[in-house]
């Protein structure tokens, strides 16, 4: 097979990420906008040892599940892969996806419990990043690249409404006072990003342009207009400042222009504030049903709860009302700060947070002689260290394991190496929190078995 062949190819499976896969002449063919059952003509774009990637050119005979998609920017935006298919089509094919991960890579002989689906595949973000085109357009970035596709009409179907009409002002905004658009090759021009952060069960919204520069022309016409057209809805307006040469969206450098810093949520019935910094997961109703997951798999009644990666506080205070004592550990300072706060928000004086490399601060609280019951982990998607992982099973020998994961390959890896240490994995559920994305988040539940 040779770059630029086409071929005729029957599509028999989906592969992780949305993909379509069939095969020709023994070699696997990845086609993206495929689904199963799909018969199409496929230009070669990529040839490898054992597979090769293909584009989709000419439809032939479609497969049972497959849709048109409602969006004018699909597939060219790099945000949604599964759009050319039903619904119930993709969330089957992120559950084998992580049945499939978990038996290669993590040695799980467990099929995982059924994914728990989407309340609504459209418009359950809470949170946004857009980027700039030169053009003074919001939009996100194609695949694996950082052209800005322009959003058609200014609207993205995983966002809420709301975040419309504030891009609609802040385009306006630009194009009004002229400001410029920052250039990623020349380092030059003003307006990077803008942030929306909405806080759903509250109705408060954080508006956060960034920019390559310490202060915002201008700044009271942008916050008139906001005022003028979402009145209360608008809770603070936060310029944040990243004039670094990197592809980090916000720096920890900012400067509050109007109303708070933070928003307040309500989360499995805890008050949650957040500063822009803070994590917290961009589907509040799927969260609710995650965090309800890992309570039943934490079984905290009594027990001493270490929350490692904790942001705001958010698990880990979702439980404490049926807990001895919650211990949060997290590196960001501002997602520390709103921990401690909700705690005392929601009259919780039974938890404490510590400002520190997750590693570390394991290691540290085992020096001291901290005993845990149970450990919590939602690390980032590369996963945990080896270090950490021994801590916790070596030191901690915690009765429960929690793993909370956006990323079901590290997630089995860090489960194997969690075998060799005494702990084997008793359950696990997928969760649908992106849906019409790759993405999907897995709770694990892992119980010791032995010694190491």
């Keep these: 097979m040779t770059k630029n062949e086409e071929i005729t190819l029957s599509i028999c499976r989906l592969a992780s990420g949305g993909s379509g896969i069939g095969y020709y002449e023994n070699m696997a ?6 689904v199963a059952g799909d018969v199409a003509v496929v230009r070669i774009v990529s040839v490898k040892k054992n597979y090769c990637f293909g584009k989709l050119m000419r439809l032939l005979t479609p497969g049972p599940g497959r849709i048109e998609s409602e969006c004018g920017s699909y597939p060219r935006c790099g945000g ?12 089957l094919a992120k559950q084998q996806s992580v049945a499939d991960v978990m038996h290669r890579i993590g040695g799980v002989s467990l099929e995982p419990c059924p994914i728990v689906g989407a309340v609504s595949v459209d418009g359950y973000r809470n949170k946004a990043q857009y980027p700039f085109s ?29 975040f419309d009409t504030v891009i ?10 002229g400001l410029s658009v920052y250039d990623e090759t020349t380092h030059q021009g003003l307006v990077r990003h803008l942030y929306l952060r909405l806080a759903t069960a509250t109705n408060q919204l954080m508006v956060v342009p960034v ?37 980090v969206v916000l720096s920890d450098k900012q400067v509050l222009l109007y109303g708070k810093e933070t928003i307040e949520d309500i989360l499995c019935g805890v008050k ?34 270490l929350d490692l990666y904790c942001g705001a506080g958010t698990i880990g205070l979702s439980m404490a009302h049926r807990a001895k004592k919650i211990i949060g550990v ?62 916790i099973a070596e030191r901690f020998r915690p009765e429960r394991l929690v793993y909370v994961s956006c990323d079901p390959a590290t ?35 892992l119980s010791r078995k032995w010694a190491a």
Excluded: W
Excluded at 219 to 226: D, E, F, S, T, V
Excluded at 231 to 241: F, K, R
Excluded at 411 to 417: E, G, M, Q, T, V
């Design 80 to 91: 949604c892969v599964y759009r050319h298919m039903s619904y119930s089509m993709e969330a």
């Design 330 to 391: 997290e590196i960001v300072p501002q997602a520390v700060k709103n921990a401690e706060h909700n705690a005392a928000l929601n009259g919780i004086d039974h938890a404490s947070f510590i400002c520190a490399d997750a590693a570390c601060a394991a290691e540290k609280l085992a020096e001291q002689g901290v005993q845990c019951d149970t450990v919590i982990v939602d690390p980032p998607r590369r996963g945990c260290d080896e270090a950490l992982l021994t801590t």
């Design 272 to 305: 949650v504030e957040l500063s822009p910094l803070s994590f917290y997961q961009v589907n509040r109703d799927m969260a609710e049903k995650l965090y309800e997951k890992a309570a039943e798999y934490a079984c905290p009644d009594g027990k001493t709860v």
């Design 168 to 177: 609609r002002l802040f385009e306006q905004f630009v194009a009004d006072n």
């Design 29 to 34: 063919v990845f086609v993206p906008g495929t």
């Design 134 to 162: 030169q053009n003074g357009k919001a939009g996100f970035y194609a695949g694996r690249t950082h052209s800005v596709i322009e959003l058609p009409h200014s609207h993205c179907a995983l966002q809420p409404p709301i």
């Design 211 to 247: 920019i390559n520069g310490t202060r915002l022309p201008a700044a009271q016409k942008l916050i008139g207009l906001l005022r003028g057209e979402l009145g209360d809805t608008l809770a603070g307006v936060v310029l944040n400042c990243q004039t670094e040469k990197t592809n």
């Design 411 to 445: 997630l089995a890896r860090d489960c194997a190496f969690l075998h060799t240490k005494g702990y084997e994995v008793q359950a696990y559920t997928p969760f649908d929190l992106f849906p019409r994305t790759a993405h999907v988040e897995t709770v694990v539940c």
